[in-house]
């Protein structure tokens, strides 16, 4: 073979590497799936995150949580985002309602993406890119995120309540529950690093502080200090709805870094299901690595989310491209779902429970 030949060879294997479905992956789904026919709808997403983070840097957390809250419950299909005319979808659950937050940010990425392609970039979507923004803006770690998702047309409030880990939750109900959705112990410590950011309801944690067990009141693993300053926030009588908040990570609640795992150490981690990782070996010793190895966790924290994103997605022409994010389009099945415009009359068929 001469020169020329050979660079020939090479260029068509790059290209072949560059084009071919070696880009989809096992969920079936793909990297710039939107470039031929959506090319700003991921720059729309993240010009709606930077516009909303610039005004509250919370909705990051938020934003981030609801990605995760999406995908346990029936995958990722964008269900947590339906509303429901009498209070029975996802997001009217306890675990959702009301600390789930960051809704208008996901409509307002959908109304800029529609006025440019209209019934092309489906909600699910759309929350998978922001909770990648939300990542990036909040902590300089990036990456590519597969699309074409497809959204769903069920929101079970109960089924929310089944699927979401609780924050009593022990170590081995925890790895149990990501389990549930092929996730590892691995993905469960990396994944909880999440919790560097934002902030949890007295509801959270009231467990730790008042009545632990029959025979002691405070949790003894969490920091005396610290159990005190939480019984001052938080007087036993609260209730989800109580609006107080406090920050799940002490030393740097709006940055994305890996002081969360440092902190779990100090027996300053805030709800029962972080301290839980210092419970078993296997995820104690992985809480010890990232606590030690900021770039360690950033590369994995990358790897699971992606890995988060792709939990029983739909893909090709399952389910539907949601028009409103809060609303099933008017008919049922796949063709008929992109026909219809959005009215209240298409409520019909939400949620329940
Ligand atoms: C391991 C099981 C998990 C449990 C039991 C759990 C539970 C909780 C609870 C109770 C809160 C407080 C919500 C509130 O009262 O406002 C919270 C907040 C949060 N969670 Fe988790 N979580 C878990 C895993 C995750 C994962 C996997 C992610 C994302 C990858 C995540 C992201 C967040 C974020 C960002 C916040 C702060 C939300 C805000 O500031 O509004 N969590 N979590
Ligand atoms: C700005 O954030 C506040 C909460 O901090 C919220 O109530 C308000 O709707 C937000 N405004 C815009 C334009 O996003
Ligand atoms: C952001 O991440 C890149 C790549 O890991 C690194 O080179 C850079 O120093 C980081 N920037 C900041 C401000 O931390
Ligand atoms: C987990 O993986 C198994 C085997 O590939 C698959 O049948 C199942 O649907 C997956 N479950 C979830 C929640 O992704
Ligand atoms: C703690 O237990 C006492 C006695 O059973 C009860 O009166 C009280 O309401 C409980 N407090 C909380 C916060 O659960
Ligand atoms: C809770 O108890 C405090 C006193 O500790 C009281 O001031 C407050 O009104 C009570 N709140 C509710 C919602 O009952
Ligand atoms: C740690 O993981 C190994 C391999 O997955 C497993 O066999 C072992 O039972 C685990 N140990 C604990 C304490 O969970
Ligand atoms: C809630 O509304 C849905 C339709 O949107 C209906 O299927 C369901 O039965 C209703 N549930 C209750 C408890 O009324
Ligand atoms: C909601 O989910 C629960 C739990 O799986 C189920 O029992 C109930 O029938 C569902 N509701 C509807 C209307 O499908």
């Known amino acids: 073979m001469d020169r020329i030949t050979k660079r020939f060879l090479c260029l068509l294997l790059i290209a072949l590497f560059l084009d071919f479905p070696v880009e989809i992956d096992a969920a079936g789904l793909k990297v710039g799936f939107y470039t031929k026919t959506c090319p700003s709808a991921e720059s729309l997403v993240q010009q709606a995150v930077a516009a909303a983070f610039a005004n509250n840097s919370g909705v990051?957390?938020?934003?981030?949580?609801?990605?995760?809250?999406?995908?346990?419950?029936?995958?990722?299909?964008?269900?947590?985002?339906?509303?429901?005319?009498?209070?029975?979808?996802?997001?009217?659950?306890?675990?959702?309602?009301?600390s789930l937050h960051g809704f208008e940010v996901i409509d307002a990425a959908k109304s800029a993406i529609e006025a440019k392609c209209p019934k092309t970039v489906s909600c699910a979507d759309i929350l998978a890119f922001a909770a990648r923004d939300s990542v990036a803006i909040t902590g300089n770690i990036t990456y590519a995120v597969p699309a074409g998702r497809r959204d769903g047309t069920v929101s079970n409030a109960t089924e929310a309540l089944l699927n979401l880990p609780a924050a009593t939750f022990d170590a081995a109900k925890l790895i149990s529950s990501?389990?549930?959705?092929?996730?590892?112990?691995?993905?469960?410590?990396?994944?909880?690093?999440?919790?560097?950011?934002?902030?949890?309801?007295?509801?959270?944690?009231?467990?730790?502080?008042?009545?632990?067990s029959k025979t002691v009141s405070v949790d003894p693993s969490i920091s005396k200090p610290y159990a005190s300053l939480l019984q001052n926030l938080c007087?036993?009588?609260?209730?989800?709805?109580?609006?107080?908040?406090?920050?799940?990570?002490?030393?740097?609640?709006?940055?994305?870094?890996?002081?969360?795992?440092?902190?779990?150490?100090?027996?300053?981690?805030?709800?029962?299901?972080?301290?839980?990782?210092?419970?078993?070996?296997n995820l104690s010793a992985i809480v010890t690595d990232y606590a030690n190895h900021q770039k360690t966790w950033e590369g994995r924290f990358a790897k699971a989310m992606v890995k988060m994103g792709n939990i029983e997605v739909l893909t090709?022409?399952?389910g539907q491209i949601r028009v409103n994010c809060r609303v099933v389009n008017k008919g049922t099945g796949t063709e008929q779902g992109l026909e219809s415009g959005s009215g209240p009359d298409q409520l019909s068929g939400v949620a329940s429970s």
């Open 178 to 212: 990501f389990k549930g959705k092929n996730l590892t112990e691995e993905d469960l410590v990396t994944l909880s690093g999440a919790h560097t950011l934002g902030v949890s309801h007295c509801t959270g944690f009231l467990n730790r502080i008042y009545n632990f």
């Open 316 to 318: 090709g022409n399952q």
């Open 60 to 98: 990051a957390a938020g934003l981030i949580r609801m990605h995760f809250h999406d995908c346990f419950v029936r995958g990722c299909d964008g269900s947590v985002l339906l509303d429901s005319p009498n209070k029975t979808a996802e997001k009217d659950s306890i675990p959702n309602n009301p």
């Open 235 to 281: 007087p036993p009588n609260v209730t989800q709805f109580t609006p107080t908040v406090t920050a799940l990570d002490l030393i740097s609640p709006t940055v994305l870094d890996n002081k969360y795992y440092v902190l779990l150490k100090q027996s300053l981690g805030l709800l029962t299901s972080d301290n839980a990782l210092l419970t078993d070996a």
